[in-house]
């Protein structure tokens, strides 16, 4: 938070001016658990960032901070019935995981069209997770405890996290779009980033003992490591706020 306020200070500071800008869009979430890929999760981002003017009219630097709504989802499933061992087919089964995102970065203009300026952009993130919709497995598995370790839960085991959400999460973000001119003082953008995690979103230890609900049979649910990984289709505004020096 400190790094991208001083940031922010400093980009404001430039002289010749500053843009502020406002910006969201479509947000397609995916996670691996371990080593298998979920369904995709569609959600949405809101960003607001602040942007140094570009020196020579290339290379700028910027921060910003948004809400990404991030996870994953389960479309096709099936799990045997304890009681009759026939399948039963699940409806759509979503992971949410609400974070506020920080980033600092850089963008490099590399060509233009017709006024529109091409640009890449690449910086480091830092996620805080505020709250998800795990509540929702929880109950379901206190009423169907067959289904214990089926899914991502928060359990508590002597005042001690068991099975849980890292709240502090950090990765990077790439990507590129272009610039649309409506005037001197405000332009139009559309973007598209990738946004992958570093650290992990959820980490779980192995669990023994529970009950597989297509056997019956106890087994150990092994260790369980949820990672994100974004894809991000961003439109919005920025305002240049220019600064002038008069001798």
């Not at 371990?34 to 995709?40: E, L, S, V, Y």
């Not at 989802?73 to 699940?90: E, K, Q, Y």
């Not at 590129?176 to 230890?205: A, K, M």
């Not at 019956?216 to 920025?238: C, D, H, W, Y």
Request: charged share 20%; glycine share 10%; proline share 5%.
């Amino acid at each position: 938070m400190a790094l991208c306020l001083g940031l922010a200070t400093v980009i404001s500071a430039q002289d010749g001016g500053t843009y502020y800008g406002i910006k969201g869009g479509l947000t397609i979430g995916t996670q691996q658990w371990n080593t298998f890929d979920r369904d995709p999760l569609i959600g949405y981002h809101t960003i607001l960032t602040v942007e140094s003017l570009p020196v020579e009219d290339k290379f700028s630097l910027f921060a910003q901070v948004g809400y990404h709504l991030k996870g994953s989802a389960i479309r096709r499933s099936l799990f045997g019935n304890p009681f009759n061992a026939n399948l039963v087919s699940f409806p759509p089964q979503k992971f949410e995981f609400h974070n506020i995102s920080l980033s600092v970065g850089a963008k490099q203009v590399f060509g233009e069209v017709n006024k529109s300026k091409l640009y890449y952009l690449f910086g480091i993130r830092g996620d805080y997770t505020m709250g998800t919709n795990l509540d929702e497995y929880e109950i379901f598995v206190e009423r169907n405890p067959n289904f214990a370790g089926i899914y991502p839960l928060n359990i508590y085991y002597s005042g001690e996290t068991l099975l849980g959400v890292r709240r502090l999460n950090y990765g990077f973000l790439a990507g590129g779009g272009i610039t649309l001119p409506f005037s001197e003082f405000v332009e139009g953008l559309l973007e598209f980033t990738v946004n992958p995690d570093f650290s992990l979103q959820y980490e779980q230890p192995s669990i023994p003992n529970v009950v597989d609900p297509f056997s019956g049979q106890t087994r150990s649910i092994p260790e369980r490591k949820i990672r994100n990984l974004t894809f991000e289709i961003t439109v919005g505004f920025r305002f240049l706020k220019k600064v002038e020096y008069i001798d």
